[in-house]
């Protein structure tokens, strides 16, 4: 006989309502599930002996001390934290040669990583053999490293870790594992293209070519006759919103909203054209069918409010995806959070339903994992990438944010302590993957939990309720599911914090058509503009901040790597415009309207390329490309004397 329902078995029904919808029907991707089925099947699992040590061991850890690495190591430091690029095991010559190119992409970010970890004593690249090998378990892969179970130990491996991989070749599960202890977060894009300007978009944002104002802007998707949005948007978005203006005079954030019938596809296309520094969204993610034409491209795609609830047709305006991004959105410096279905990526098989519904197979999500393409995109923008997007891998649910009062009443209570505590440390320039601890530990603890609570039930028959089983068990399916997509150690500068000069912004000379010495040039334009690098070595005058050679006698490690990573590779480029005021105005160039006329690239290995400006009617245009081979003279001429200036205090200052 089935008992009847209880007042928290009807709490507990408004947690089961899953986030995400169907993009061929507009119902729901998960039916409300029962807290019989959940009890039952929570009963039934178990998970493995060293997996759960291992979260155990983390949750007794974090009630006493800093759980994130061990005692004396500040983990926002990544002169003591350490920081580690991790390839997947290359199993054959193309897959190296892929790799090696990727690593020539990410040069920049791998040679300012390289520069912050203790001048690289603390960087590792874990490639080739020391690369992961399908099939290792966590616990396999990190004592081939030479680390253990249990706290980041970073002269063993680096707290930070960076996959740069897909989920097919190093699977989300081994990222959620390692995530327990570690500070993870992974890219992987289609193109070299999107590698290399994401590395660019990071280290220009990190060394202050780039700054976003303080805001936060927070959009929020209340669609009509739907629990679930309705429940993020009044119990997520809008206390999250409150308590960043009330802590504005502590992180100087303001805090920008768009909820309900102001959380529009239009709204977020407008507000990524001058973007925030923290970007925060809830609502449902877009869910195709495995295989549908549209899966790669709009999987977990942003549903707005312009959708008309349950059971209503979805049209493609109603969405915001990644090629809905504006062209000219600079993204450089932003930091994303979306709360939504398949926000982060998509596993291949669904685990959770095939355990919930008592389904003999797993059903199949996709025909092989996939990060979520929006996230892809905001992340290589050609305009410049963000920074990071925390996303949600698979089904997101309504227990991240509410739990069931402990006395079993009818009503849910907000538990927006995970939330509060990763805005909090982002908005106070802690690095992201670090501010994930919450999330980190949150899984921990509910895993503990619940494999504790089980094994009294199984062992000595306690008395248990479904609601009570079931809501521990979808919570710590869901709570181990955020990742991060991007680099973990990335971060927004705390507020009054001073950001040195970006590195290779380059100095300009500004060339009008009045000027006798600058006739003749060509006809077509009214004003150009020459990008030479000068690497910052000089300092900024009116800030009157050191430069690099000033800096070098504190730290001549750190500063030499950050010299020979930039010096490298020289780049001169020669834009013209026909509009200055854009330019004087602090607009980026490659997103003035300044055309790119002429390109040089030269390594210090002397391999060149060059690309050669012509007119209109294909002939070479002699007397721009004098100029610039003029200004390419004069960068390698400053680069030559740079490194010997360079390597001489260097030497000195070792040979005392």
């Known amino acids: 006989m089935t008992a009847p329902p209880t007042a928290s078995d009807a709490a507990l029904a408004r947690l089961l309502v899953g986030n995400g919808v169907d993009a061929t029907t507009g119902e729901y991707l998960v039916p409300p599930l029962d807290a019989r089925q959940l009890a039952r099947v929570a009963t039934g699992v178990r998970l493995d002996g060293a997996e759960l040590a291992d979260l155990q061991s983390k949750s007794r850890r974090a009630r006493r001390a800093n759980f994130a690495v061990v005692e004396g190591v500040d983990p926002n430091d990544l002169a003591q934290a350490g920081w580690a690029a991790v390839f997947p095991a290359a199993g054959d010559d193309a897959t190296a040669q892929r790799q090696a190119a990727i690593r020539d992409a990410l040069a920049p970010l791998l040679a300012h990583r390289r520069a912050q970890a203790a001048?690289?004593?603390?960087?590792?690249?874990?490639?080739?053999?020391?690369?992961?090998?399908?099939?290792?378990?966590?616990?396999?892969?990190?004592?081939?490293?030479?680390?253990?179970?249990?706290?980041?130990?970073?002269?063993?491996?680096?707290y930070y870790l960076l996959l740069i991989a897909t989920p097919e070749e190093i699977p989300y599960r081994i990222?959620?594992?390692?995530?327990?202890?570690?500070?993870?977060?992974?890219?992987?894009?289609?193109?070299?293209?999107?590698?290399?300007?994401?590395?660019?978009?990071?280290?220009?944002?990190?060394?202050?070519?780039?700054?976003?104002?303080?805001?936060?802007?927070?959009?929020?998707?209340?669609?009509?006759?739907?629990?679930?949005?309705?429940?993020?948007?009044?119990?997520?978005?809008?206390?999250?919103?409150?308590?960043?203006?009330?802590?504005?005079?502590?992180?100087?954030?303001?805090?920008?909203?768009?909820?309900?019938?102001?959380?529009?596809?239009?709204?977020?296309?407008?507000?990524?054209?001058?973007?925030?520094?923290?970007?925060?969204?809830?609502?449902?993610?877009?869910?195709?069918?495995?295989?549908?034409?549209?899966?790669?491209?709009?999987?977990?795609?942003?549903?707005?409010?312009?959708?008309?609830?349950?059971?209503?047709?979805?049209?493609?305006?109603?969405?915001?995806?990644?090629?809905?991004?504006?062209?000219?959105?600079?993204?450089?410096?932003?930091?994303?959070?979306?709360?939504?279905?398949?926000?982060?990526?998509?596993?291949?098989?669904d685990e959770f339903t095939r355990r919930a519904l008592g389904e003999a197979r797993a059903k199949e999500l996709a025909p092989a994992s996939l990060i979520a393409r929006l996230p892809q995109r905001m992340l290589g923008h050609p305009a410049g990438g963000a920074l990071a997007v925390v996303g949600h891998v698979d089904r997101a649910w309504g227990s991240t944010f509410l739990w069931i009062d402990a006395q079993g009443k009818s009503q849910t209570r907000r538990h927006l302590d995970c939330f509060e505590s990763l805005l909090d440390s982002v908005m106070a320039g802690k690095r992201l993957g670090y501010a994930m601890e919450a999330f980190n530990l949150r899984y921990a603890e509910l895993a503990a939990d619940l494999s504790e609570r089980i094994e009294q039930i199984q062992l000595y028959d306690e008395h248990y309720e479904d609601s009570e089983l079931a809501h521990m068990w979808i919570c710590n399916s869901d709570a181990r599911n955020y990742a991060v997509i991007g680099d973990p150690a990335v971060r927004i500068p705390a507020a009054g914090e001073h950001v040195p000069p970006g590195r290779g912004q380059g100095a300009t000379m500004m060339i009008d058509d009045e000027d006798p010495g600058t006739r003749g040039i060509g006809p077509e334009d009214?004003?150009?503009?020459?990008?030479?690098?000068?690497?910052?070595?000089?300092?900024?005058?009116?800030?009157?901040?050191?430069?690099?050679?000033?800096?070098?006698?504190?730290?001549?490690?750190?500063?030499?790597?950050?010299?020979?990573?930039?010096?490298?590779?020289?780049?001169?480029?020669?834009?013209?415009?026909?509009?200055?005021?854009?330019?004087?105005?602090?607009?980026?160039?490659?997103?003035?309207?300044?055309?790119?006329?002429?390109?040089?690239?030269?390594?210090?290995?002397?391999?060149?390329?060059?690309?050669?400006?012509?007119?209109?009617?294909?002939?070479?245009?002699?007397?721009?490309?004098?100029?610039?081979?003029?200004?390419?003279?004069?960068?390698?001429?400053?680069?030559?004397?740079?490194?010997?200036?360079?390597?001489?205090?260097?030497?000195?200052?070792?040979?005392?």
Request: with cysteine.
């Open 119 to 158: 001048a690289g004593e603390l960087y590792r690249e874990y490639a080739g053999e020391l690369g992961y090998r399908a099939g290792e378990t966590k616990q396999q892969y990190l004592a081939r490293l030479g680390a253990g179970p249990g706290p980041a130990r970073p002269t063993k491996v680096p």
């Open 526 to 656: 009214d004003a150009r503009q020459i990008d030479v690098p000068d690497y910052g070595w000089f300092g900024d005058k009116q800030d009157k901040q050191p430069g690099a050679l000033a800096r070098l006698g504190n730290r001549v490690g750190e500063v030499l790597g950050e010299v020979l990573g930039d010096a490298a590779v020289l780049e001169v480029k020669t834009y013209t415009a026909d509009n200055l005021s854009s330019i004087a105005g602090g607009e980026p160039l490659h997103t003035s309207g300044a055309r790119l006329r002429a390109y040089t690239r030269c390594k210090l290995d002397g391999d060149t390329e060059a690309c050669v400006p012509v007119t209109a009617d294909g002939a070479v245009d002699q007397a721009l490309w004098t100029l610039h081979v003029e200004m390419v003279k004069q960068a390698q001429t400053h680069r030559t004397e740079l490194l010997k200036t360079v390597l001489s205090l260097f030497s000195s200052r070792v040979g005392k």
């Open 175 to 349: 990222q959620y594992q390692i995530d327990v202890h570690y500070a993870v977060g992974r890219i992987a894009f289609d193109t070299l293209d999107e590698y290399a300007r994401y590395a660019r978009s990071v280290v220009d944002a990190e060394t202050g070519r780039v700054r976003r104002p303080r805001r936060a802007a927070f959009f929020g998707v209340a669609n009509p006759n739907d629990t679930s949005t309705r429940l993020s948007a009044d119990h997520l978005v809008l206390p999250l919103l409150d308590h960043v203006e009330r802590q504005r005079a502590r992180h100087g954030f303001a805090a920008d909203r768009y909820l309900g019938g102001d959380a529009t596809r239009d709204r977020l296309i407008e507000l990524l054209r001058d973007p925030p520094a923290v970007l925060f969204t809830a609502g449902h993610g877009m869910g195709f069918p495995s295989g549908d034409a549209g899966q790669r491209e709009l999987q977990g795609a942003l549903l707005c409010q312009d959708w008309g609830g349950p059971g209503t047709p979805i049209a493609r305006d109603h969405y915001f995806a990644g090629d809905d991004l504006p062209a000219r959105a600079d993204l450089r410096g932003m930091i994303g959070v979306l709360f939504a279905c398949y926000g982060g990526g998509t596993p291949t098989r």
